[in-house]
């Protein structure tokens, strides 16, 4: 098809589908409101402060914005080439093998399901904290919670997405606001001085070497998402120019302005203060940095933020669970849909996780944003870092079979590179694991969290083999989520590589 | 601004419609609107965009089942040597594939149909007697297509139903229309007849021949894609 459509003049049909697509802007758009920037600078920002103790967090994003964008590199080369280039366990299939496919799935699953529950651990005390003070309603932060759930649930079922222009209209706003409190904490530095210190490389390692593991994953938090441009790979103009674009601006942006965001908090506050002035102030601190009516709006900005995250997050999971159980890798009830569409099984089998959850947080009296929203999310970053690492692998060992074409930056140096940080980073985290937490090194949730992946691995591997023995056409349709039902046909004709 | 008067250029769907009744019109694309839509009311009971592609894939499907186009291996839609100019001529959308430069995929042809199909359907079925326009009570709204009669529009599951009772002889017809109706999401619709005992929809379709198998199945990967890429 494709030296066809090079060759002959444009038609009718290539004209009206070329209509459609979308180009840099909307992918754009999609890429950023997933990344829910509100929530990283107010959410995760102060939490990282105040949990880890740590201050070169300005520094890490963007040491982490470099690493990503090798990362990226090798990512977008490979996704040129395989479908379902939304996910990485299909990357992890075809380059790995379909059974390390599977165990990136479970991972990604669980990953994936860390960070939406997380995010009701933020909603909560902000909500409960926004509605005393403004409207005088005193409620906890867990029946906020429950509310924002319940919500998020008939969302799910009734397959409601924010459209593309509200969410788009938020998210800018939410970055102007971000930009704007920087701008304002920037100019009223702590001691009338503004030092880049924090800024530094010096400033990744200062609290020791290994610390710098427990930076890249709050980092790789705040990134989380910005890989999403292949999900629209069949919808956008020029794809082999727009999603590669739109993936290192975004980068670049969400870099930026994670970056100055921590470091104004940290000139504001004064860097041997900070991680005292975030314990007290939580998001409060990026908010405070503003005056006049900055402050204010940025609050309830930070609401929608949240309330976007946890709908696009819940949609993530079973949007994946769909995939996993149209290939028949997950119990294949998980991709019917009910009348409009609605995958109803694996709405709500998302939405229980969620809700046992909250429960169980809420019973044993734990600390919401330290240890739900903060613990768990950055357990979620965690993964998602391990599925980058193995990503890249995969994409050395895919272009290691057949070079397609692709320059050897793209296939080998920047992968391999990308593939080396990332592992070593996700070593020096587990290391250090306590103080990612804000916890004794030795506590039962410093080792259980990341064993929680290594157990996720081990029944996907487990999984992967017993499909390979039990069913073997379903094996071979192993990482193509919506494909497979087209690749099963297509055995029909000869099969397909 | 609602064109209920679309180019009617050669290629009417029904040029001599029968009396509308429980036996339908005989074309799969029709069936599969009046099963996408509730019976009495004319709400859709799919996305648009899953609806749109479900039509589009019948609409190839009716073209396959008359014998005039099949897919290579590829899945580039081609037409089937022997296919007269005349024929062409009498069918907007064997003229839409004679028009294109070359042979496109089908899941080209699926993205581009979709756009309109629902549209195309609806006004066949108006002409044909099954649905009739009903204005909004918005002033300016679309209004929406109702149903004649709540039994015609009910038939097409009868239809659907005898291709998954074993009892009864398959016809490529109702094992298509299974095959699209499961492919666009109306799955949770056909549960009912689906029985241990009878066929599945899955057994039905197996028994197409290739080109038909294929294009179902590209229809259920061009609907899931549209969920997974959230643009329904």
């Known amino acids: 098809m494709s030296t066809q459509a090079v060759l002959a003049p444009p038609s009718a049909m290539s004209r009206a589908l070329a209509r459609d697509r979308l180009g840099i802007p909307a992918v754009l758009a999609f890429i950023l409101a997933g990344v829910a920037p509100l929530t990283v600078a107010a959410g995760v920002i102060p939490s990282a402060y105040a949990t880890t103790g740590l201050t070169g967090i300005p520094a890490a994003f ?42 990136a799935a479970l991972v990604a699953l669980l990953a994936y399901s860390f960070l939406q529950v997380a995010l009701y651990g933020a909603f909560g005390p902000a909500a409960a904290g926004l509605a005393a003070a403004r409207l005088g309603v005193q409620a906890q932060w867990w029946e906020w919670a429950l509310g924002a759930w319940a919500v998020i649930t008939v969302l799910g079922l009734l397959r409601v997405d924010i459209t593309g222009r509200v969410l788009g209209a938020l998210t800018a706003a939410e970055i102007v606001v971000i930009v704007a409190e920087t701008v304002s904490g920037l100019a009223s530095p702590a001691g009338g001085h503004l030092s880049a210190a924090a800024l530094s490389p010096s400033a990744l390692t200062s609290a020791g070497f290994g610390t710098f593991g427990v930076l890249a994953v709050v980092a790789v938090l705040g990134f989380t998402g910005f890989e999403q441009a292949p999900v629209l790979g069949e919808e956008a103009k020029h794809p082999r120019r727009t999603i590669p674009v739109t993936t290192y601006l975004a980068l670049g942006v969400i870099g930026v302005v994670y970056a100055g965001a921590a470091w104004a908090m940290s000139a504001h506050a004064g860097n041997s203060h900070v991680v005292a002035a975030a314990a007290a102030q939580g998001p409060g601190l990026l908010f405070g940095l503003g005056s006049g009516g900055l402050p204010q709006a940025a609050q309830w900005l930070f609401l929608s933020s949240l309330f976007a995250a946890m709908l696009a997050f819940h949609n993530c999971v079973w949007r994946y669970a769909f995939a996993l159980g149209r290939e028949g890798v997950l119990p294949g009830v998980l991709s019917r849909t009910g009348s409009n569409n609605i995958p109803k099984t694996a709405s709500l089998a998302q939405s229980a996780t969620g809700l046992a959850v909250i429960a169980a947080f809420a019973v044993a009296g734990a600390q919401p944003m330290q240890d739900l929203f903060f613990d768990l999310g950055t357990t979620g970053g965690f993964g998602v870092l391990l599925l980058y690492a193995l990503t890249s692998v995969a994409v050395i060992v895919f272009f290691a079979r057949n070079p397609r074409q692709e320059g050897a930056f793209s296939r080998l140096i920047a992968p391999a590179l990308a593939a080396i940080l990332l592992t070593g980073i996700a070593i020096l985290a587990v290391m250090h694991y306590g103080t990612l937490l804000g916890v004794a090194p030795g506590s039962a949730a410093a080792w259980a969290l990341p064993a929680g992946y290594g157990a996720a691995a081990l029944a996907g591997l487990a999984l992967g083999l017993v499909i390979k023995v039990r069913r073997p056409e379903v094996y071979e ?20 590589s | 601004m609602h064109e209920r008067h679309a180019c009617r250029s050669a290629g009417r769907r029904h040029p001599d419609p029968p009396a509308p009744g429980l036996s339908g019109t005989g074309l799969v694309a029709d069936d599969l609107y009046l099963l996408g839509h509730d019976d009495r009311s004319g709400k859709p009971l799919l996305q648009p965009r899953a609806l749109g592609t479900g039509l589009a894939g019948a609409l190839l499907a009716e073209l396959m089942l008359a014998g005039w186009i099949g897919l290579r291996p590829d899945s580039a839609v081609v037409f089937v040597p022997g296919v007269t100019q005349d024929t062409v001529m009498r069918h907007a959308l064997l003229k839409q594939v004679a028009d294109e430069p070359g042979p496109a995929p089908v899941r080209a042809w699926l993205r581009f149909l979709a756009r309109s199909a629902a549209q195309d359907v609806a006004l066949g079925l108006e002409e044909a007697g099954y649905l009739e326009h009903v204005r909004g009570r918005v002033p300016r709204s679309q209004g929406q297509w109702v149903p004649v009669n709540p039994d015609w529009a009910l038939a097409p599951m009868l239809r659907v139903r005898s291709a998954l009772d074993p009892a009864r002889p398959l ?62």
């Open chain 1, 477 to 496: 349709t192993i990482g193509l989520g919506a494909h497979a039902a087209s690749f099963q046909a297509g055995t029909v004709f000869g099969g397909r």
């Open chain 2, 171 to 232: 016809t490529a017809h109702s094992a298509a229309l299974a095959g699209l109706a499961a492919a666009s999401g109306l799955s949770f619709r056909l549960d009912q007849y689906q029985t241990r005992a009878g066929r599945s929809v899955q057994d039905a379709v197996a028994r197409l021949g290739p080109g038909l198998r294929e294009l179902i199945a590209q229809t259920q990967t061009a609907v899931d894609s549209a969920v997974l890429s959230h643009r329904t």
């Open chain 1, 62 to 103: 963007i040491a982490v914005a470099v690493i990503l964008a090798l990362f990226a590199t090798g990512y977008m080369a490979m996704a040129r080439h395989i479908t379902n280039a939304g996910a990485f366990y299909a990357f992890i299939a075809r380059g790995l093998g379909r059974i390390p496919g599977t165990a």
